[in-house]
């Protein structure tokens, strides 16, 4: 491994889904003769993207913009249609079985559900151990131990060892999560709206635990979130996604202080606590809201942006350094960026 290696290198990844449809639904007519259509659904588009080793990446846009299918493809429980994952500087796409083990300890997911993602039948005790046990961490006889000082670690009294799921709150079935990744002693975590399910009052414990995890144990997350102030308290860097393509990534302190793209502005006007750009009304028409099914020529955005051009009907903008900018690197796929 080189020094300056990324942690994680993504490139091209693509995942396209196809579309269970009816017969009667893919029939159309071409050239005057009975044809049939194929669907597919275009939910991950060629996204190239770093995790520095240590980072907080925040992958932001609204709901079926990919997000999800983005980091299932990385961790592997998506084979992809197209492109390429590197896990410090290996390729692991495509491994399956045992060759794909190693990178299952060492990337671990963190999911919205807390309930739905841990096993009913399982005492904590189990949960907690399963991973020390799969990858050969930990003794049989030291695990009991182990599992104790990670419960107290994420907030979570052993004495509840032997107790099943459903026994736990919300919050501290997040906590149970967080504790089994971690088990694997794991380099990445992707946390996929990790607290979107727990209530209001325990989001900022579960928040706080998981930043005090990374420190302990120098992790690198990639963050999922819909919520923008969560985003803008815990992360380094932003990624925009859209219609299943990153179309702005930036350090987190500037993309909050110059959106430079149309729908990140849009995105971020849409946040009542934050303080940021007032929204223009030229930055959005009332376009119709699009499907990931049919992909429109050019720009995604453009059919909802209010500065399309004919540019931006035309050729999509790929997705690159912008000149102006010092400090981190700013990337942008907009032909027109938002400048003021
Ligand atoms: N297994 C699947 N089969 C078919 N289509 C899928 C599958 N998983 C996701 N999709 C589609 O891919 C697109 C992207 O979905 P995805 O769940 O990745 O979005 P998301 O950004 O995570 O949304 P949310 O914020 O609501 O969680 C959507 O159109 C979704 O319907
Ligand atoms: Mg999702």
């Known amino acids: 491994m080189t020094v300056n290696q990324p942690l994680l290198r993504v ?8 579309v269970q449809k009816g017969l009667l639904d893919r029939i159309s007519f071409q050239g005057g003769r009975l044809a049939l259509r194929s669907q597919v659904v275009h939910a991950v588009n060629g996204v190239n993207l770093v995790l520095a080793r240590g980072e907080t990446l925040a992958l932001v846009g609204e709901s079926g913009c990919g997000k999800s299918t983005l980091a299932k493809t990385i961790i592997g429980l998506h084979t992809p249609t197209a492109g390429q994952v590197y896990f410090e500087g290996q390729e692991i796409s495509r ?4 060759a794909r083990k190693p990178f299952r300890k060492k990337i671990q997911m963190i999911f919205q559900d807390p309930f739905s993602s841990l096993n009913p039948r399982k005492k904590v005790m189990d949960i907690i151990a399963a991973p020390m046990k799969v990858h050969g961490l930990v003794g049989k006889t030291d695990r009991q131990t182990k ?38 002693l794991p380099e990445l975590i992707i946390a996929d709206e990790p607290i979107s ?8 414990q579960v928040l706080n ?16 979130s819909h919520d923008l102030s969560v985003v803008k308290h815990l992360s380094n860097r932003v990624a925009v996604m859209y219609l299943g393509f990153l179309v702005e990534v930036a350090e987190t302190e500037a993309i909050f202080l110059k959106p430079a793209h149309p729908y990140t502005r849009l995105l971020f006007a849409a946040i009542p606590t934050l303080d940021v750009l007032e929204f223009r009304e030229g930055d959005q028409q009332e376009g119709e809201v699009p499907t990931p099914i049919d992909l429109t020529r050019g720009c995604p955005f453009h059919p909802r942006c209010g500065r399309t051009q004919a540019l931006c009907r035309e050729m999509r903008p790929e997705l690159t350094s912008l000149a102006s900018v010092s400090g981190g690197e700013h990337l942008l796929a907009c032909h027109y960026p938002v400048r003021d």
């Open 11 to 18: 490139e091209g990844l693509t995942k396209h889904f196809p």
């Open 209 to 224: 635990l998981l930043m005090a995890m990374q420190e302990e144990f120098h992790l690198t997350y990639l963050f999922v």
């Open 147 to 184: 599992v104790y000082e990670l419960m107290e670690k994420v907030g979570l009294h052993p004495a509840y060892a032997n107790r099943y799921p459903h026994q736990f709150s919300g919050g501290q079935r997040q906590r149970i999560g967080i504790a089994r990744s971690l088990a694997s």
């Open 95 to 98: 491994l399956q079985g045992r």
């Open 197 to 204: 399910a727990l209530d209001v009052s325990i989001q900022a």
